[in-house]
């Protein structure tokens, strides 16, 4: 497997100019070492007082098959703290369900003063005034597990690890024919152990590997294919973001298979971007998109 490249913090500029234009992934440190959230956001104490009430859905099984239970953020916390203590003394225990896709900063907006100095220089300047509404936050334990897959609507990708450790294997998106893809977005082929007499294609894939620490910022380009394993208790977010070139992208992928409501979505943003609606007009409708893609 190959490994990705590395920059120690890099500017918005610099940044589109290396890996968004060239479509290039990169993991970039130090520019979260500052947030409150890599130290807070370990406490169920903490989440006691700030969730309000709010529960939210974890995913039992498999994510790509969404089956759900509602739980306090705080209360989770406490379920992931009691497994890691169990695994640690060797003992067997039911891993908890896992945190998907849950858009944290509209349910719980208390917490986004925790991940702040934000790099908002990476996102592209439409993005800046509401870029926590564009939010999804991930909580899991030690062997927690995403598929092989795509973003739906092939946006860009930062993800954002706050707390643990997560490891990354990555696939550029002009090789998702050799991953038998299912449906829209799931893939059949499984990079980490990988059946090249079941999945023959997958045999001239380019796989890159990349781990993630607490702090460290994971950029994948639109369209890019990704599956995620969670080495220890996690803690993590992203934000699914465009370009004018990725929208259109995403607005064409209709043709080629997405769902019409893909559409819907990425021609909002595109409208966004190209003709400068205020995020203000646009996310209301947009919305709706962050349960959708849990």
Known sequence: MQKI????????????????????????RNMAQQWRALHAWNEAEYFEGIENGVKLATKVGDVSKGQREMVLLSNYVRQLQDY????????????????????????????????????TELLPEWYHEQWYNYIQFFMGATGSLTPLHFDTLCTHNLFFQVAGRKRFLLIPPNQKEKCYVEGWRWARFDPNQ???????????????????????????????????????????????????????????????????????YNML??????????????????????????
Request: charge should be neutral; glycine fraction near 8%.
């Open 269 to 294: 943003i595109l409208a966004g971007l190209s003709l400068k609606v205020p995020p203000r007009y646009i996310f209301p409708r947009y919305k709706s998109y962050l349960n959708y893609v849990s």
């Open 5 to 28: 490249q590395i920059v120690d913090t890099i500017s918005g500029p610099d940044f589109h100019e290396r890996f968004v234009k060239t479509n290039t992934p990169v993991l970039i």
């Open 194 to 264: 990988p059946d090249y007499e079941k999945f023959p294609l997958a045999q001239g894939v380019n796989v890159m590997e990349v781990e993630l620490d607490a702090g460290d910022i994971l950029f994948m380009p639109s369209g890019t294919l990704h599956q995620v394993h969670g080495l220890s208790y996690s803690v993590s977010f992203n934000i699914d973001w465009h370009t004018t070139k990725s929208a259109r992208k995403g607005v064409m992928s209709v043709f080629r298979g997405a769902p019409r409501q893909n559409g819907y």
């Open 84 to 119: 890691e203590a169990c695994i640690a003394r060797g003992e067997e225990a039911r891993r908890p369900a896992y945190l998907h896709d849950v858009p944290i900063f509209n349910l719980i907006p208390g917490l986004i003063k925790d991940i702040m100095p934000f790099p």
